[in-house]
């Protein structure tokens, strides 16, 4: 078992988190990132709910990957994916109602998602199944990770909210402070995410 | 002038390489060429030498602005003395406004100045001067109560997002004074529109009241610019003037300028035939005379950077905002077009220039194959 966190099996899952980010340096999963980041809550359950599906999508493949003929393997691949989407849907809708709602199409447009796809058929489709997964939770996370920042800052400029709770004391709002509405708006998500990936870009480059 | 100039030379050492005050290098370096002709000049290779920089025609621009910006603070004056039905002189009319938007010329020039000197030194890039006119632009066009931190904020949004992004001064696809005007529309409605803020504190969003009213269009008033609107852009004849000195100067093409006004007439006449609700039923003259249409032409549309730079190209830029301007202010759910229309019709400017280029060549393709 020596071999579960070697040095090539961290790497699967750390270089996601940062380096091979799926957001800020692979600038995949964009449209998903632009639509459901107007709040802190949908953008956590969000970034769950990818990561859940990348890492199982990412095993499964893998253990079936010798099995699979290549001319439709994006097909089984579909398969596999449609079919945790809907199981990971169906546990939002019991036990998220809300959340759920708020997502409302953009649970099933995991599916067409393109961190899934590009994971699957670059990583999954050639390596053995625990590196896969670990791939999948490393996408996953890294994909999440830039949502949780990207909705804490809109929903925290945009309501004065985080979770739904209140942050910014009623004082301020009585001094002339208003929201700001575009903060709410998908297109200053694109900014933010531009903001993120530049602040990334700098820091990697500083610790060069 | 002399004192002045032997002041700058007194001070050079300081700045330069190994100097005490090097920090400061690009803030020297932008008044200095703000108030001379810069002393540095290329060493070889043909290159124009001429005292007519782009700090020189920056100020030309300003120049062309101040007829609009004095009317403007006389108009925010008597807006509220014809609100609040109080007597007043001329100068207290004027001094009153003059109070009102000097704060947001102060604050446009420090935030958006700021910035631009942090990244000039930062990149260690001479200034850019293109500020001096966006920085005079700003305040002009937002209702005067707008609060400061807001004009702060946006500002320099638009400076950072809008400019620096993309290389700083020169480079911008999109006008920087519209980007601050348009951050705040969208992210402030309320303080940009509604009905509250104009009536309370007697001035208003570019053409609120005329254009959400079209039956209270009053002619005179409008050229004049004795109406509620944003601080630089009621008054035609003042806006005509600065027209007139940037036509004068060659400083904007009149091309663009004409073209706007042709493009708004012909939407304005088109609607005036098919519509029926009372928006579409104005007058073409009333539309060209309300709002920011005016001062959109005129100062806006004509930014040589962000413009279509093709002779044709120009006609058809500025055709296309005056169409789009009419229809968003018929059609749309917005009172005023002016803004996102020139906003779409700068993204497209370098596309209508690349059509223009790319017909040019294949026209004289042809006229030597045959």
Redesign the interface.
């Known amino acids: 078992m020596s071999g579960l966190f070697s040095k090539e099996n961290k790497e699967a899952f750390i270089n996601p988190l940062n380096l091979n980010n799926p957001i800020a340096v692979q600038v995949l999963g964009i449209c998903s990132a632009l639509a459901v980041t107007a709040q802190l809550e949908p953008a956590l359950v969000m970034g769950l709910s990818v990561t859940i599906i990348t890492a199982f999508s990412s095993l499964v493949i893998s253990l079936i990957r010798n099995t699979i003929p290549s001319r439709i393997r994006i097909i089984v691949q579909l398969v596999v994916v449609a079919a945790l989407v809907t199981i990971v849907s169906m546990v939002l809708k019991a036990y998220l109602y809300h959340v759920s709602v708020q997502l409302s199409v953009y649970v099933g447009l995991i599916i067409t998602n393109c961190i899934l796809m590009g994971r699957l058929e670059a990583f999954a489709m050639s390596h053995s199944p625990w590196p896969s997964f670990l791939d999948g939770v490393g996408n996953g996370i890294g994909y999440a990770l830039v949502l949780i920042v990207v909705g804490a800052i809109r929903e925290l400029f945009g309501a004065g909210t985080l979770l739904g709770y209140k942050v910014i004391p009623q004082c301020v709002y009585e001094a002339g402070y208003k929201d700001c509405g575009m903060m709410v708006m998908p297109s200053m998500a694109l900014i933010l995410i531009g903001c993120v990936i530049w602040a990334q870009r700098s820091l990697n480059k500083e610790s060069k | 002038m002399k004192a002045l100039r032997n002041l700058f030379d007194k001070m050079r050492p300081s700045f330069e390489d190994g100097g005490k005050l090097h920090m400061f290098r690009s803030v020297f370096d932008g008044f200095e060429t703000f108030l001379f002709v810069s002393p540095t000049a290329s060493a070889q290779g043909t290159h124009i030498h001429d005292c007519m920089d782009s700090k020189r025609l920056m100020t030309f621009v300003i120049i062309a602005l101040m007829p609009a910006m004095l009317f403007g603070m006389y108009n925010v004056g008597y807006q509220h003395f014809t609100l609040i039905n109080q007597e007043a002189s001329f100068f207290e009319m004027f001094f009153f406004g003059f109070l009102a938007v000097l704060p947001k010329i102060v604050v446009s020039y420090a935030v958006g100045l700021g910035i631009e000197f942090t990244v000039a030194q930062w990149k260690k890039e001479e200034i850019q001067e293109g500020f001096l006119v966006s920085g005079m632009i700003i305040p002009m066009i937002i209702p005067v109560t707008t609060?400061l931190?807001?004009l702060a904020?946006a500002t320099a949004f638009s400076v950072i997002?809008a400019k620096e992004?993309f290389g700083g001064t020169g480079y911008n696809i999109f006008n920087v004074a519209l980007i601050t005007r348009a951050?705040l529309f969208?992210?402030?409605?309320?303080?940009m529109t509604g009905d509250s803020i104009w009536v309370a504190e007697a001035d208003g969003l570019t053409a609120a009241t005329p254009l959400a009213t079209p039956a209270a269009f009053d002619l005179n008033n409008s050229i004049t610019g004795l109406i509620p609107g944003c601080i630089g852009e009621t008054s035609v004849i003042a806006i005509a003037i600065g027209a007139v000195i940037l036509l004068f100067t060659g400083v904007a093409s009149w091309k663009t300028m004409v073209s706007v006004f042709i493009g708004g007439a012909i939407t304005a006449c088109l609607f005036n035939c098919v519509g029926s609700t009372a928006a579409s039923q104005m007058p073409w003259y009333a539309h060209l005379c309300v709002g920011g249409f005016c001062f959109g032409a005129v100062f806006m549309a004509t930014d040589p950077v962000t413009s279509a730079r093709t002779e044709t190209g120009k006609w058809i830029y500025g055709f296309l905002i005056g169409v789009i301007a009419i229809c968003v202010r018929v059609m749309g759910g917005y009172p005023e077009g002016m803004m996102l229309a020139i906003l779409a019709m700068n993204m497209f400017a370098p596309l209508i220039d690349y059509f223009v280029v790319d017909s040019n060549i294949k026209k004289r393709k042809n006229r030597t194959t045959k």
């Open positions: 609060p931190w807001m904020l997002f992004v951050f969208f992210s402030y409605p309320q303080a």
